[in-house]
């Protein structure tokens, strides 16, 4: 039986994988396409991720779709809402058609003689192993594991008698009700869980190793309200968006060149929302720069609020050992504990675990370039979603679903079936991914390459990027060619050069 063909096979149906699906059904309406979801719904990291308080940790007129304003007043958005967002789009947009849930892509080989991948996925629902063919691959699996967090050794954990919960596998029936509960953690998922935890439970301590850098900001944007009142919904929003992307680049450009200015700020604003007398300093004045992590977002300053009515309280120390009640620290204090909650971060996993073969060969992730922050090196037909780490995931979503399209249309009206990028003749090749955080430092030696400038850099700038992908040039560092032509460039080219050939 011959394979299922699509012209383009989008791989996730998350955020990003709905969004690259309205964009092609919308730029290049004659390209049929299908969608391969590994779980049984839509969402992404909106529908698996459901414990207490989740949210999102940049503004909604940034983390929407740029095609479909959101409209709800909250600009910080819990994650029933976003999953609903994410669900309306792919209803009103004709996206739920084409998704195949349940389909796991496993491996994926690229034939230079036909110009398509075979695409080897496997039904989780039924067993079954499915093939399909596409003309472009498009991964939007984000980059982490979605069946397994991460937990660094915890001593004496096997003693522990109560509640041991990581927040990706939250228990549905989980009540903390009345309980004492420790969240190990100080990222984004910490800061959510502990004041969402602190409404009900008898008390909640966040143990931390060391502090990061939060700030409060308003979970309702007083400018995008204004917006609404004056200009139609459209208008609104892309003023809204502007705005909080102007702000965003100038907080980060200002932590990059005068870090001890924003630290100042930083801790400034922490004292002002803590009660007398709190030492800030142990508990949130980070040892690293702002934006060597991501700043952790408290909505409407709940994390302070918990705090300061001594719902919950912040402990930093490192764990001596778990006892059967709770644990007890390095100092020698015992925190008791019937519920521990391990918010230690993520497992990276580049493309959901699917291999890459071309024309016979292995592709080896960590060897190759990325171009333009979306393609690799010696791979044809194969973009990636990987959004921005200082700004909304979906800013930079939108310009590579944009610019797939903008290439599928090129190969059309050139009669040629194939792009490829050709690495960029220079040895000073950086992470892909420039953030210290510890999930990036663990896998940072499996993850693609970036150079030093253009095309080979992402330069974690959405103006700039709008410039480079939606009006730059569709030829610098790439080779197009006809079916037949082996994959393998006969030469590398500069990060500046490219050819039509």
Known sequence: MAADHVDVLIVGAGLSGIGA????????PGKTYAVLEARGAIGGTWDLFRYPGIRSDSDMYTLGYSFKPWTDPKAI????????????????????????????????????ATARWTVHAHRDDTGEDVT???GFLFTNSGYYRYDEGYTPQLPGVERYAGTLVHPQHWPEDLDCTGKRVVVIGSGATAVTLVPAMAERAAHVTMLQRSPTYVIALPSRDPFADAARRWLPPKAAYAVARWKNVTLGVANFQLSRRAPGVVKRFLRRAAKGRLPSGY??????SPRYNP???????????????????GRASVVTDTI?????????LASGEELPADVVVTATGLNLLALG?????????????ASTVAYKGMMLSGVPNFAMTIGYTNASWTLKADLVATYVCRLLRHLDETGRQIVTPLAPDTDDLVPIIDLQSGYVLRAVDQLPKQGPQAPWRLHQNYPRDVRLMRHGPLTDGVRFD????????PAATTSSGGTDA
Do not use: K, N
């Open 132 to 134: 399909i063919t596409c």
């Open 291 to 309: 934006w060597d992590q991501r700043l952790c977002v408290v909505p409407d300053g709940d994390l302070f609020a918990a705090l300061s009515a």
């Open 482 to 489: 006809r079916a037949g032509a082996p994959a393998t460039a």
């Open 353 to 365: 675990g699917m291999t890459l073969t071309v024309d016979g060969a292995g592709v080896d992730l």
């Open 279 to 284: 030492d800030v300093d142990r508990h949130f």
């Open 21 to 28: 699906a309205v964009h092609l059904g919308r730029e290049c």
């Open 77 to 112: 958005a819990d994650g029933d809402s976003i999953r609903a967002y994410v669900r309306q789009t792919a209803r009103e947009y004709d996206v739920e058609r084409h998704i195949r849930f349940h389909h796991r892509a496993v491996r994926a080989e690229w034939d230079s």
């Open 320 to 328: 001596d050992t778990f006892t059967e009640r709770g644990i007890r």
